[in-house]
């Protein structure tokens, strides 16, 4: 499919739906023209354009928060876009994961708020903004700024204290413990620049195949 065979509206512009290749959550809907999406193919990024400014926009150019697109599929009629990608930073310019975290309605049933893994990509998010930006005052800018001997430092001492909590059957301690190593083992993995997902990745290829597990 060419660019240019795509139906694009009155103003030339076609919506595209940005969904995270390896979770499948929806990140955020944007705006393409046939030149955005041309740069965009080019680019292996993504690239879109902005109504309220009338001009290109390469997501990520300045808050290095960009998308890396791993497929595009249009629809029966092709005037919409669904732009898988790998993202390196927050969608949306609040900071969050994704534009889609405020809720409007839910069914009043069993079913979860939200993924119960939910967090450990918002944290991901967060520490990718934080190594950017680098806060004054921040305890995870201190972590980068003193570098990968403290971080090690810190994963080993948290994990030390959940087999001391552990051995005292205090779950309350083992909780708070846990929640410190993981923490610190997602600061590690940021500064490696170790997605999450590769460990996820892993963990999905032993479990499905099931060998000496």
Not at 24 to 41: D, F, I, R, W
Request: proline fraction near 3%.
């Amino acid at each position: 499919m060419n660019p240019a065979d795509l139906t694009y509206d009155e103003n030339g512009l076609i919506p595209a739906v940005v969904q995270d290749a390896s979770t499948k959550e929806v990140l955020t809907l944007a705006y393409m023209n046939e030149e955005s999406l041309q740069m965009t193919l080019e680019k292996e990024e993504t690239v879109f354009y902005s109504r309220s400014r009338s001009e290109l926009w390469h997501k990520g150019a300045t808050s290095g928060n960009t998308q890396q697109v791993e497929e595009i599929r249009y629809d029966c009629d092709q005037d919409a876009l669904v732009v898988l990608v790998t993202p390196a930073g927050p969608a949306c310019h609040t900071g969050a994961r994704s534009c889609f975290y405020e809720t409007l309605w839910q069914r009043n049933d069993d079913t979860p708020e939200k993924d119960r893994y939910a967090i450990l990509g918002e944290l991901e998010a967060m520490l990718q903004q934080r190594e950017q930006d680098m806060p004054e005052g921040s305890y995870t800018t201190y972590l980068f700024e003193e570098g990968v001997d403290k971080i090690l430092k810190k994963v080993g001492e948290e994990a030390s204290e959940i087999i001391i909590a552990a051995k005292n059957r205090d779950k309350q301690e083992l909780t708070w413990e846990s929640a410190d190593f993981l923490y610190h083992w997602l600061v590690l993995l940021q500064e490696q620049k170790l997605p999450i997902d590769d460990v996820l990745q892993r963990l999905e290829d032993r479990h499905s195949g099931k060998k000496n597990i």
